[in-house]
Each structure stands twice: as structure tokens, then as C-alpha cells.
């Protein structure tokens, strides 16, 4: 969804790349929410963070706890800045309540998108957020 959003929202001033270190597919509930937000997300493919190494990146960005630690090192530099969301995946409950998971981390990533590149900015230059 961050990616989607990023492309959306900010693909005039940011080159967005998506990966995970478990990569399984999009998820089919956030293609749903994205399209209910007018972004289409069904083109977009898993791919795992291994893809990347050796890409020269100014930033890298972990979108939850579990990749924060498991991230590789990427070389250069690269600028790695955490900011969680809470993984809709491992909501339990009905249908209703799995989706309205999905909806909010869908409109916290937005904001979060909606923020860069100064975010990324301010981090670059070592502000605490």
C-alpha cells in the first residue's frame, strides 16, 4: 500500500521501490482498499528485499518492527528510517473487522506518504521526530 501510495501521491518527486523480507504476494483485501481510495495496486508485485541489495539508495524506509530487524544492511548512503504501522494481516476477527484494519493502515500510510520527501528531510539532517 506504501508503495501504491507513493506513486500515487508522490511519484513526481520520489522513485518508490517495495520489498519485504517474507514477501507472499499483495495482498488481495489491499488492492480492495487501495481501489476504494481510487489507487490501483492489482499491478504490483511481491518482491523480496534481496532484489535491492547493491541498489544505491538515499533512504530505506521499514514500514514495520519485524523488517526493521530483519533488514539487510544497504551499502552507501543510504538512510534508514523506521516508522511502524500495524500489520493488517495479523488482525483476528470478521471480515468487517479485518477490512476496517486494512482501511486504517491504508489511511496511516497515506498520511505518513503525504509527509515526505521532508520527513526524509529531516531525518537526513539527524531532527528528531
Known amino acids: 500500500m506504501a508503495e501504491g501510495w507513493a506513486r ?13 523480507v517474507w514477501p507472499v ?11 476504494e481510495a481510487g489507487v490501483d495496486i492489482s499491478g504490483q ?9 547493491g541498489t544505491d539508495f538515499d533512504f530505506v524506509v ?15 548512503k543510504a538512510k534508514l528510517v523506521h516508522r511502524a504501522f500495524e500489520d493488517p494481516i495479523a488482525v483476528i476477527g470478521g ?3 479485518i477490512m476496517h484494519a486494512f482501511r486504517k493502515s491504508r ?3 497515506r498520511a505518513f ?3 515526505l520527501p521532508e520527513f526524509l528531510k529531516q531525518q537526513k539532517m539527524g531532527d528528531s521526530i
Open 45 to 53: 508485485t511481491s518482491k523480496h528485499v534481496d532484489e535491492f541489495i
Open 62 to 76: 521499514t514500514l514495520c518492527d519485524n523488517a526493521r530487524q530483519q533488514c539487510p544492511v544497504f551499502p552507501g
Open 107 to 109: 489511511d496511516e500510510m
Open 25 to 35: 504476494g499483495v495482498h488481495p483485501r489491499a488492492i480492495k482498499v487501495m481501489a
Open 95 to 97: 471480515e468487517e473487522q
Open 8 to 20: 500515487h501521491l508522490k511519484g513526481d518527486i520520489i522513485e518508490a521501490y517495495s520489498a519485504g
Open 113 to 115: 506518504i503525504e509527509t
